[in-house]
């Protein structure tokens, strides 16, 4: 113990007189493990971290709807009310299942209306989650009504905290929701938000005839004894035999399980942030190599100290661990530092996100990213100081302790530390790769066309609340007076309400049939379905291919027959004639409905770019009212000028018709696009960081080991010079093996380049995996930082005094 005591305050002593390199490597180490740090931490909070349901947080899983029409990632979310009620009753898995439909709600107090977003849940919701509120209690199975009839609330923490100030007596009493008085019955305990971000939530019954309909968000928790596996092949059996119990609604139809958190985070997110991790580990490794190359660079000086040290009785193992311990005293001091980092930038991270992060996924340090800190630590300490250790102890007693014995050293002769740049190099390359395609595919999503005229475009939504917007025909007209008034707004040309703003929303999943065409159940086509008024396409300054718009009295009628397809299904269907005046049928709960098609659009982007599918390509807009007319809706403003000055306005303009109308989500076009392309830009930020930092590194040292292999031979280059060698066959040599070393981490890197490649595939946009010019374009970049970093130590080489060289030692 007494040993390990002198060792560390020798090693603090010697760290203490080498300022210089004391500081470039507690950065270096505390940038890799904080950059470890912080990543690591969102990938523990997203993947590892135990969910907070309690002993059921392994247990929770989500179900889906599966159809061979539709995109598995798009159109698979609901499930029919009746069919999970089936499932509940024969299934052996499911200790119990529950669903929730996202809603919209108004908050009205004397001073404003506020919208708030939360969810229609069955009574057994919490209880499936093993989650109780914190005060009150939760819902009962006789509160359950059909949406629009509640009569008791339950209130999120958050909620409770600002719109009520806290208040322990609001349990028992009534808010106004939805214009409608509800009794508060229970608060949830902190941070709980279900599913992601909701923070209040009214009781629902469905209706059990409702088959056909999968608009249950479901859920379910699997009994102790049960595994995954055998709930998913219990699940496909029940629905094979739904299928032939109920031929209409429930041909074709499949129920699909997975883990909450698989059906939260999807393979693009696990594939970025898995991407991310490799990236901050390259990093680290670049950084170790550095101080390897250094200790190992002051080895060769302290081998005669070693020398003296043996020859007096120290034995090598203690030699070994008095380098250790220094590289541990420099490690745990790197990690120290690394953990304040990571914490300020998971901060600095989370601060630029413009979504809220889902309530489940509970970011910071616990006891898996201490480990994780600690064990990276220990594997740097043990990294970066064994092979120094190893190879300064391996010391020729004679040989070191005769008369200039200390000049031994030949540079880049030594196998290791060019093994080392080497490494460097590779692991630079894969990251400068990988940040190349991020950032060229996030360029591709800013440059994609949309299909209509973004400019002069203002987004916002609104939620028509109460009884008061009842029947159909109310809601359809006050779109139609709403699309009046603010035509009379200064500054605004055309406004239109729609379910789907332009590259943020697709449409709602559907199948159709075309006349004729004696296409078999389960052989339908997925599209879009897209409800707005009329002045849709007026409104995008697009102008339609052909046909004609909606009509007002269209637009209106809840049985309008009437749809107007995009170009892309025309020429499906019809390629060799117009699509005008054809059928189309729309399937629904085994129901086809048939609509004649008025005109063809042109291909409007409604999915947000890099999420397209098949199914999202295929557009059908209906008229507003038809299947009921949505009392959630998007508004389209042009204006003459800048949309974010005409906001205040139309905001105005909205309040004169109901001034009790909440509007959310009120943003510019361009505010969109940023928006729904935010994650891209994010990642490709970041990638883009630490490629930049890992080529700092890299090329730092390549140039530090020439620079200390020209000091090493400074003798042999006054002796080659005395001979006749001239300046520029003494830089050609060093850069030479400069060069060679940068080849073979180009080479390297090439492969380690391609397994990046391969992990950012699914997650470019754009962009192939393979693209030629990305690979050839760093590999350049990275060379032509290489041979500088090798011309500027060759250069000093080729200025030494051959008479001073001589004179050396």
Request: hydrophobic share 50%; aromatic share 8%; with cysteine.
């Amino acid at each position: 113990m007494t040993g390990l005591a002198q060792d560390f305050r020798h090693a603090v002593r010697g760290l203490a007189k080498r300022p210089a390199f004391t500081i470039a490597a507690l950065l270096t180490l505390g940038v890799g493990i904080g950059a470890n740090t912080a990543i690591f931490s969102i990938v523990n909070a997203l993947l590892l971290r135990p969910l907070p349901f309690g002993e059921r947080s392994e247990r929770v899983v989500t179900l889906h709807s599966t159809h061979p029409t539709r995109a598995q990632d798009w159109g698979d979310s609901g499930v029919p009310y009746a069919d999970l009620q089936d499932l509940k009753a024969e299934s052996r898995s499911f200790e119990d299942v529950a669903g929730y439909v996202g809603r919209s709600f108004t908050i009205s107090t004397d001073a404003e209306a506020v919208r708030v977003g939360g969810g229609s849940v069955t009574p057994n919701l919490f209880a499936l989650l093993g989650v109780a509120p914190k005060l009150g209690r939760g819902f009962r199975a006789d509160e359950a009504q059909p949406p629009g009839h509640e009569e008791v609330v339950i209130l999120s923490h958050g909620l409770w905290q600002r719109r009520f100030g806290g208040d322990p007596q609001i349990v028992g009493r009534s808010m106004v929701l939805n214009r409608r008085a509800l009794t508060v019955v229970g608060i949830m305990p902190e941070r709980f938000k279900f599913p992601e971000r909701d923070e209040l939530w009214v009781p629902f019954r469905p209706e059990a005839e409702e088959r056909g309909r999968t608009f249950v968000a479901a859920l379910g928790v699997l009994r102790k004894e049960a595994t995954l596996a055998q709930a998913r092949q219990e699940a496909d059996a029940i629905a094979r035999r739904l299928a032939e119990r109920y031929p209409a609604t429930n041909r074709d139809w499949g129920l699909r399980v997975l883990t909450f958190r698989e059906g939260a985070v999807g393979p693009p997110i696990r594939a970025f942030f898995f991407t991310l991790l490799a990236a901050v580990v390259f990093v680290l490794v670049i950084g170790c190599a550095n101080l390897t190359n250094l200790m190992l660079a002051r080895g060769v000086t302290m081998r005669r100290e070693m020398a003296v040290r043996m020859a007096v009785g120290a034995s090598r193992s203690r030699l070994v661990r008095r380098m250790l311990v220094e590289s541990g005293v420099l490690a745990a001091m790197g990690s120290l530092m690394g953990v304040f980092l990571g914490a300020w930038g998971l901060d600095l991270m989370v601060a630029s996100w413009p979504e809220e992060i889902p309530y489940w996924v509970q970011l910071g340090l616990d006891a898996r990213v201490v480990l994780f800190t600690l064990g990276l630590s220990a594997l740097t300490a043990l990294g970066v100081g064994l092979l120094p250790a190893l190879r300064a102890s391996k010391t020729d007693l004679v040989a070191e302790l005769k008369e200039g014995g200390g000049s031994v050293g030949a540079g880049l002769r030594g196998r290791l530390q060019g093994a080392l740049v080497v490494v460097q190099i590779a692991a630079c390359l894969a990251l400068l790769v990988g940040a190349n395609l991020m950032i060229r595919s996030f360029l591709r999503l800013l440059e994609a066309k949309s299909g209509f005229e973004e400019g002069h475009l203002l987004t916002m939504r609104l939620y028509l609340a109460g009884d008061g917007y009842d029947p159909v025909e109310t809601r359809a007209a006050f779109f139609r007076r709403l699309a009046d008034r603010l035509r009379e707004v200064p500054g605004v040309r055309r406004a239109a309400a729609t379910t789907s703003i332009p590259t943020d929303d697709g449409g709602a999943p559907g199948m159709m049939v075309v006349e004729g065409g004696g296409v078999a159940p389960g052989e339908e086509t997925g599209v879009s379905i897209i409800a707005s008024t009329p002045e849709l396409f007026e409104t995008l300054a697009v102008g339609l291919l052909e046909g004609r718009p909606f009509t007002q009295s269209g637009a209106a009628n809840l049985r309008a027959e009437v749809a107007i397809v995009n170009r892309s299904l025309a020429r499906r269907f019809w390629p060799g004639g117009s699509a005008v005046g054809r059928r189309l049928g729309l399937v629904a709960a085994g129901a086809t409905t048939w609509l004649t098609i008025v005109g063809v659009a042109p291909e409007v982007q409604y999915e947000e770019f890099g999420e397209e599918t098949a199914q999202s390509r295929l557009d059908v807009h209906v008229p507003y009212a038809w299947r009921g007319a949505p009392r959630t809706m998007a508004l389209l403003v042009r204006t003459e000028g800048s949309p974010g000055a005409a906001a205040a306005s139309v905001r105005q303009a909205i309040h004169s018709l109901d001034a009790g109308l909440p509007i959310y989500d009120l943003r510019t076009m361009g505010q969109v696009r940023a928006f729904t392309t935010w994650e891209q830009r994010f990642f490709g930020s970041v990638m883009g960081g630490f490629a930049f930092a890992a080529l700092f590194l890299a090329c730092l040292g390549l140039y530090g080991v020439l620079a200390y292999a020209v000091g090493q031979r400074t003798r042999e280059v006054g002796v080659r010079m005395a001979l006749g060698a001239r300046p520029q066959d003494v830089v050609r040599l060093v850069v030479g093996e400069g060069a060679l070393l940068a080849g073979l981490g180009v080479v390297l890197g090439l492969v380690l380049s391609g397994v990046v490649a391969r992990l950012l595939g699914g997650i470019l946009y754009g962009v192939t995996s393979w693209d030629p010019s990305a690979f050839v374009s760093m590999a350049a970049l990275l060379s032509g930082a290489a041979l500088l970093a090798s011309y500027l130590p060759a250069r000093k080489a080729a200025r030494i005094d051959p008479m001073a060289a001589l004179r050396w030692e």
